[in-house]
């Protein structure tokens, strides 16, 4: 009998082995499967996204060539000398282009340069008419209000090439006839150096240009004007599914040979295991949904209550209110004590709204100092009314923190859902503008949403005025960030920075208002009113000098050096000492009246500074054209430099190019002694940021420009460090 029951045991126990190994099997069979799927897709989008990225940049460098005065000049006096040397040399002399053909409206082309079969002069035969017109049809619907660039793949022999259309135009574009204009048609050649540049950067060593398709490997056709094949770029897509299951093979083959007693420990632990892993994904999943301070529900959580049927059908029949809270005063408690002082104080928060939460009420903490509470019910105008006004009640009491005593106030907007066509998600947005509207006014009590406060025109007007009057009051200051050596800690200038505190809005920061300025043409006003308080702030101060930001519209002002020359002759400040920075936007947008009234700003003694280079259209045609004498690295390239090797890779390659073009280089943003220090060996001769200080009074700012004393020496060690 024992034997018996031993022997049904031991078949029951292989049989139970052998079901789970060929569950486990097929199972694996199949993510592997999945896996290949999932790398195939991933491959073909990096694969496409590569092309593309091709594709941006022959648009760019077309456009560049395209939009430009000067060629647009030279090509109607037919000047072969200087299209050669200044156009045709991008494909002879540099690494800019493989392929450029000058199409005129009028005729076949007279100019073409091909790389790789350079003659005495230009060719003209390079295209076949009907490759020409092919070109040119891409422009047909093509924009007038800007220079655009149309792509195209063509076959030239047996190269494959992509080539961009664009019209050569003259600066300014009103008024040109765009049928009579000659088509720059620039290309660059899919070779197999190129071809093989694009598979090293996303790992495929076998990506390659063939006539025809591989039906072993994964493939991207290359198509035509007339909509026919002239090739594809064929690749062996990553198979890891496969590589998964070769690894899986030999243990389950082990354990199907294995004693039935190590299968059932096997198995006994493998159900230990999945009541753990159970375990932890029930932890894991309620942690991501709860907020790890206050224990409420987090952000995710409140959209995922959002999105239940019960939210949506109370926001449809208007049963649904949703409150958005923003703790104001709460940097004041993380300066004062600490961030775990803070901590605290938004804990305590949290327990007082969780207690002021109606019974069918929803809280959760979706920000640093912000709280959306959901609210549902019949009589959801009262509800919501309630609740609102009870939670600004609790954020008004005194809080205790580690101590002390601090008063921090709330500002509150709710929206209640009126219509089915307000979704849950409209109506968050709504409480958001609401809460937005109780801070700007400073209402001391909840704001319901009201359509009124959407329109940007009613706030930008509202900012603008503000601002007129603030610039009358002398609300507008300027304080001075330093800008040190990189290597000794001396200040050698520091950059004006304005700041606005207003007594409608609060503090302002620049983007809030600037940008307003800008659209109603108040800009000149505050920058005559900014570069003369730092020219009154110079006077006395012989060994300041200070670097002032210009904003692009300022550049359209035809009495701008004027102004500035006049400013700085009234109140004695040799111009030398004045630095002026600006961004790309107008460098790109305009680039002949930027040349025009940089050129005259230099001439005039200022020096002239590159802002936030790397993060518009940088180009090192601007830097070589246009009278910069520094650029200052956008602190985005600083940011965790220490830790990445790419970015340090990056800042050293800037730091070099502003080297060979002569150029003095700032690293900004610079809040670590290490990034300092990096910034130190990359090349960078000076460096800005909190590491040394923040935005100071110019009172304060006085004291660096005394000799060398403790300051400069901590900061020099830390630079040595």
Same mark, same amino acid.
């Given at each position: 009998?024992?034997?018996?029951?031993?022997?049904?045991?031991?078949?029951?126990?292989?049989?139970?082995?052998?079901?789970?190994?060929?569950?486990?099997?097929?199972?694996?069979?199949?993510?592997?499967?999945?896996?290949?799927?999932?790398?195939?897709?991933?491959?073909?989008?990096?694969?496409?996204?590569?092309?593309?990225?091709?594709?941006?940049?022959?648009?760019?460098?077309?456009?560049?060539?395209?939009?430009?005065?000067?060629?647009?000049?030279?090509?109607?006096?037919?000047?072969?000398?200087?299209?050669? !040397?200044?156009?045709?040399?991008?494909?002879?002399?540099?690494?800019?282009?493989?392929?450029?053909?000058?199409?005129?409206?009028?005729?076949?082309?007279?100019?073409?340069?091909?790389?790789?079969?350079?003659?005495?002069?230009?060719?003209?035969?390079?295209?076949?008419?009907?490759?020409?017109?092919?070109?040119?049809?891409?422009?047909?619907?093509?924009?007038?209000?800007?220079?655009?660039?149309?792509?195209?793949?063509?076959?030239?022999?047996?190269?494959?090439?992509?080539?961009?259309?664009?019209?050569?135009?003259?600066?300014?574009?009103?008024?040109?006839?765009?049928?009579?204009?000659?088509?720059?048609?620039?290309?660059?050649?899919?070779?197999?150096?190129?071809?093989?540049?694009?598979?090293?950067?996303?790992?495929?060593?076998?990506?390659?240009?063939?006539?025809?398709?591989?039906?072993?490997?994964?493939?991207?056709?290359?198509?035509?004007?007339?909509?026919?094949?002239?090739?594809?770029?064929?690749?062996?897509?990553?198979?890891?599914?496969?590589?998964?299951?070769?690894?899986?093979?030999?243990?389950?083959?082990?354990?199907?040979?294995?004693?039935?007693?190590?299968?059932?420990?096997?198995?006994?632990?493998?159900?230990?295991?999945?009541?753990?892993?159970?375990?932890?994904?029930?932890? !894991?999943?309620?942690?991501?949904?709860?907020?790890?301070?206050?224990?409420?529900?987090?952000?995710?959580?409140?959209?995922?209550?959002?999105?239940?049927?019960?939210?949506?059908?109370?926001?449809?029949?208007?049963?649904?209110?949703?409150?958005?809270?923003?703790?104001?005063?709460?940097?004041?408690?993380?300066?004062?004590?600490?961030?775990?002082?803070?901590?605290?104080?938004?804990?305590?928060?949290?327990? @007082?709204?969780?207690?002021?939460?109606?019974?069918?009420?929803?809280?959760?903490?979706?920000?640093?100092?912000?709280?959306?509470?959901?609210?549902?019910?019949?009589?959801?105008?009262?509800?919501?009314?309630?609740?609102?006004?009870?939670?600004?009640?609790?954020?008004?009491?005194?809080?205790?923190?580690?101590?002390?005593?601090?008063?921090? !106030?709330?500002?509150?907007?709710?929206?209640?859902?009126?219509?089915?066509?307000?979704?849950?998600?409209?109506?968050?947005?709504?409480?958001?503008?609401?809460?937005?509207?109780?801070?700007?006014?400073?209402?001391?009590?909840?704001?319901?949403?009201?359509?009124?406060?959407?329109?940007?025109?009613?706030?930008?007007?509202?900012?603008?005025?503000?601002?007129?009057?603030?610039?009358?009051?002398?609300?507008?200051?300027?304080?001075?960030?330093?800008?040190?050596?990189?290597?000794?800690?001396?200040?050698?200038?520091?950059?004006?920075?304005?700041?606005?505190? !207003?007594?409608?809005?609060?503090?302002?920061?620049?983007?809030?208002?600037?940008?307003?300025?800008?659209?109603?043409?108040?800009?000149?006003?505050?920058?005559?009113?900014?570069?003369?308080?730092?020219?009154?702030?110079?006077?006395?101060?012989?060994?300041?000098?200070?670097?002032?930001?210009?904003?692009?519209?300022?550049?359209?002002?035809?009495?701008?050096?004027?102004?500035?020359?006049?400013?700085?002759?009234?109140?004695?400040?040799?111009?030398?000492?004045?630095?002026?920075?600006?961004?790309?936007?107008?460098?790109?947008?305009?680039?002949?009246?930027?040349?025009?009234?940089?050129?005259?700003?230099?001439?005039?003694?200022?020096?002239?500074?590159?802002?936030?280079?790397?993060?518009?259209?940088?180009?090192?045609?601007?830097?070589?054209?246009?009278?910069?004498?520094?650029?200052?690295?956008?602190?985005?390239?600083?940011?965790?430099?220490?830790?990445?090797?790419?970015?340090?890779?990056?800042?050293?390659?800037?730091?070099?190019?502003?080297?060979?073009?002569?150029?003095?280089?700032?690293?900004?943003?610079?809040?670590?002694?290490?990034?300092?220090?990096?910034?130190?060996?990359?090349?960078?001769?000076?460096?800005?940021?909190?590491?040394?200080?923040?935005?100071?009074?110019?009172?304060?700012?006085? @004291?660096?420009?005394?000799?060398?004393?403790?300051?400069?020496?901590?900061?020099?060690?830390?630079?040595?460090?």
């Amino acid at each position: 009998m024992n034997r018996k029951l031993t022997r049904r045991i031991t078949v029951l126990l292989f049989g139970a082995v052998a079901v789970t190994i060929f569950t486990i099997s097929a199972v694996l069979v199949w993510m592997s499967g999945e896996f290949n799927q999932k790398s195939l897709q991933d491959s073909r989008v990096m694969m496409n996204g590569g092309l593309e990225a091709i594709d941006d940049t022959l648009r760019l460098v077309t456009v560049d060539y395209s939009w430009w005065q000067d060629a647009y000049d030279n090509i109607r006096a037919d000047d072969a000398g200087w299209l050669v !040397s200044n156009i045709g040399s991008g494909v002879t002399d540099s690494s800019a282009l493989d392929l450029v053909v000058l199409s005129p409206a009028d005729g076949p082309p007279k100019y073409g340069w091909i790389k790789g079969q350079e003659q005495d002069g230009p060719q003209a035969d390079l295209l076949t008419p009907v490759q020409i017109q092919q070109m040119r049809d891409l422009l047909i619907d093509a924009p007038t209000d800007e220079v655009v660039a149309r792509t195209q793949f063509v076959k030239i022999g047996d190269k494959m090439f992509l080539l961009a259309a664009a019209y050569i135009t003259s600066d300014d574009l009103e008024g040109l006839d765009f049928d009579t204009l000659t088509v720059n048609i620039s290309g660059f050649m899919l070779d197999e150096e190129r071809i093989a540049a694009l598979g090293a950067t996303f790992l495929t060593d076998d990506l390659e240009l063939s006539d025809t398709q591989d039906p072993g490997k994964e493939h991207i056709e290359l198509v035509g004007a007339e909509g026919e094949i002239l090739g594809h770029l064929t690749w062996t897509a990553p198979t890891p599914g496969d590589e998964l299951l070769q690894k899986s093979l030999l243990p389950l083959s082990a354990a199907l040979l294995s004693f039935a007693g190590i299968g059932l420990l096997v198995a006994f632990g493998a159900r230990k295991f999945a009541e753990e892993l159970g375990r932890k994904e029930a932890e !894991s999943f309620e942690n991501a949904r709860t907020d790890s301070m206050t224990k409420l529900p987090n952000r995710f959580h409140f959209v995922e209550r959002l999105s239940e049927p019960t939210t949506r059908r109370a926001c449809a029949s208007g049963q649904l209110a949703i409150i958005f809270l923003d703790v104001d005063g709460f940097k004041n408690v993380n300066d004062t004590i600490g961030h775990a002082g803070g901590d605290d104080l938004i804990c305590q928060v949290a327990d @007082r709204l969780a207690a002021a939460l109606p019974k069918n009420g929803f809280l959760a903490r979706v920000g640093g100092d912000e709280f959306n509470i959901l609210v549902t019910g019949d009589d959801i105008i009262s509800s919501v009314e309630n609740t609102a006004k009870k939670c600004f009640s609790e954020i008004q009491r005194d809080f205790l923190v580690k101590g002390r005593i601090f008063r921090v !106030s709330v500002s509150i907007g709710y929206a209640i859902a009126k219509h089915q066509t307000t979704s849950c998600e409209e109506l968050v947005r709504q409480a958001d503008v609401a809460m937005y509207q109780a801070k700007a006014r400073k209402a001391g009590e909840p704001i319901i949403y009201r359509e009124e406060y959407e329109s940007s025109l009613f706030k930008n007007r509202k900012i603008d005025q503000a601002l007129r009057a603030a610039l009358t009051a002398g609300e507008i200051k300027v304080h001075y960030q330093p800008i040190v050596h990189s290597q000794t800690g001396q200040m050698e200038l520091a950059e004006a920075l304005v700041y606005w505190n !207003s007594t409608e809005f609060g503090r302002m920061s620049p983007e809030s208002f600037i940008p307003v300025a800008e659209e109603s043409g108040l800009i000149s006003i505050l920058g005559t009113y900014v570069f003369r308080r730092v020219c009154e702030d110079m006077v006395g101060r012989p060994d300041l000098k200070v670097s002032v930001n210009l904003s692009p519209v300022q550049l359209l002002d035809p009495m701008l050096t004027e102004d500035l020359l006049a400013i700085a002759q009234e109140t004695g400040i040799e111009t030398h000492r004045i630095e002026l920075e600006l961004t790309e936007r107008i460098v790109v947008s305009h680039p002949g009246l930027a040349r025009e009234k940089l050129n005259a700003l230099k001439s005039a003694g200022f020096g002239i500074v590159l802002d936030d280079f790397g993060t518009g259209f940088s180009s090192i045609g601007y830097l070589r054209q246009l009278p910069f004498d520094k650029l200052k690295i956008d602190q985005s390239f600083v940011m965790g430099v220490e830790q990445n090797v790419e970015a340090l890779n990056l800042m050293e390659s800037i730091a070099s190019l502003g080297r060979a073009l002569d150029l003095t280089v700032v690293a900004e943003g610079v809040e670590t002694a290490e990034q300092a220090n990096l910034a130190h060996l990359a090349g960078c001769n000076q460096i800005q940021g909190f590491l040394f200080s923040g935005p100071l009074p110019i009172e304060e700012l006085t @004291r660096w420009l005394r000799p060398p004393g403790q300051k400069v020496q901590k900061i020099a060690r830390l630079l040595r460090a």
